[in-house]
């Protein structure tokens, strides 16, 4: 069964600590996407990946990293610097850049 | 002004009826155009696409692409409450297959179809 797993589904931190995402594909694809959603809005590209051991910055990078040290991994690091981290986190993929992209069902990260 | 640009709403219909979805886009490189829905606190699936101007259908959907007027819509016929979700329209900057080309979505807007 081919598809994207994040983990945990909901994930609850104290403020000032560390926290890392855990994005999973085995759909053999190349490029990989973090996106942040707030309620009510659209998808802010965080990080993107489209190449192992290659990721850029994407329109809100500041407080996040990532490692793409393999093909089917794709982790998001949410830091203490982040200022404001509640929010509804997305992973996706997709074959090549610009292509058709695939979501996981996303982890909800809840920090007070 | 945004490059992608969807209303929305709520959009609010009674079961049965055809919904018109729609965006707007300012750049003219996009050539490709995608639809996805998300229902609430899940990853948005893919729903269609379609490369060129005209209509596609695919069920009960159809995506329309008017490329002189930068402007898509995605037409629900015979609309059911499992419909309600929000429909984000997506489209790549460069066409396919170039390094650095990323997907730029919509804001999405919210469908929501009443019994």
């Known amino acids: 069964d081919g598809g994207i797993t994040q983990s945990p589904k909901y994930l609850f931190r104290k403020e000032g600590q560390n926290v890392t995402l855990s994005c999973e594909q085995n759909l053999n694809h190349d490029a990989m996407y973090w996106y942040r959603q707030d309620p009510g809005q659209g998808l802010r590209l965080i990080y993107y990946s489209q190449i192992v051991n290659d990721f850029q910055k994407g329109d809100i990078a500041e407080g996040y990293s990532v490692s793409r040290e393999k093909k089917e991994s794709f982790p998001l690091t949410v830091t203490s610097a982040q200022k404001n981290p509640t929010a509804f986190y997305l992973c996706?993929?997709?074959?090549?850049?610009?292509?058709?992209?695939?979501f996981g069902p996303g982890t909800r990260l809840t920090v007070t | 002004q945004k490059e992608v640009e969807q209303d929305p709403g709520p959009l609010s219909v009674p079961e049965g009826a055809i919904v018109s979805l729609n965006c707007t886009y300012s750049?003219?490189?996009?050539?490709?155009f995608m639809w996805y829905r998300q229902y609430s606190r899940k990853g948005p699936e893919l729903l269609m696409y379609t490369y060129s101007s005209g209509n596609k259908e695919d069920g009960r959907f159809t995506a329309q692409v008017d490329k002189s007027s930068k402007y898509i819509s995605l037409f629900i016929r015979d609309s059911q409450p499992s419909d309600s979700a929000t429909y984000l329209c997506a489209m790549p900057s460069r066409g396919f297959d170039n390094a650095g080309n990323m997907l730029t979505f919509g804001g999405g807007t919210r469908l929501m179809v009443k019994p």
């Open positions: 750049n003219s490189a996009f050539q490709y």
């Open positions: 996706a993929s997709s074959i090549t850049p610009g292509g058709e992209q695939y």
